[in-house]
Nanobody, 125 residues
C-alpha cells in the first residue's frame, strides 16, 4: 500500500526552527520527484519546495528562499524540509507529495500522484 506520512510539525515561536519528514512506504522514492505544499486557513494550496528524482535540482517559493531547505535520503525512503527563521505567515498544514519520473519538479499540484495526510505547523509571534 502506497503511503506518505509527514511528521515533525508543531508549535514554535517566530524565529524558531522545525524539521519536517515525509516517510514513504509501499514504494521506493528513488524515481520520484517530491514536493512540499502548504495550506493556511482560508487560502489555497501553495507550493513551498520541491526536489527532483536525482536530488540535483531544488526549487523554493520566494517566500521561503534562504530559510527552508529540502533534502532527500533515498536509503531511508524519506524527504525532509528544514525550516529555519520561521514566521507567523508560515503557519499552515504542510503536505508532501510525489510524482513519478520527476526529472524536474514543479509546484503544480495536479502533477503529483500521491499525497500525505499533512502535518500542522504553527508559528506564534
Amino acid at each position: 500500500q502506497v503511503q506518505l506520512v509527514e511528521s515533525g510539525g508543531g508549535s514554535v515561536q517566530s524565529g524558531g526552527s522545525l524539521r519536517l519528514s515525509c516517510a514513504a512506504s509501499g514504494f521506493s522514492l528513488d524515481y520520484y520527484a517530491i514536493a512540499w505544499f502548504r495550506q493556511a486557513p482560508g487560502k489555497g494550496r501553495e507550493g513551498v519546495s520541491c526536489i527532483n528524482s536525482s536530488g540535483t535540482t531544488t526549487n523554493y517559493a520566494d517566500s521561503v528562499k534562504g530559510r527552508f531547505s529540502i533534502s532527500r535520503d533515498n536509503a531511508k525512503n524519506t524527504v525532509y524540509l528544514q525550516m529555519n527563521s520561521l514566521k507567523p505567515e508560515d503557519t499552515a498544514v504542510y503536505y508532501c507529495a510525489v510524482t513519478y519520473g520527476g526529472f524536474y519538479c514543479s509546484f503544480n499540484p495536479t502533477e503529483y500522484d500521491y499525497w500525505g495526510q499533512g502535518t500542522q505547523v504553527t508559528v506564534s509571534s
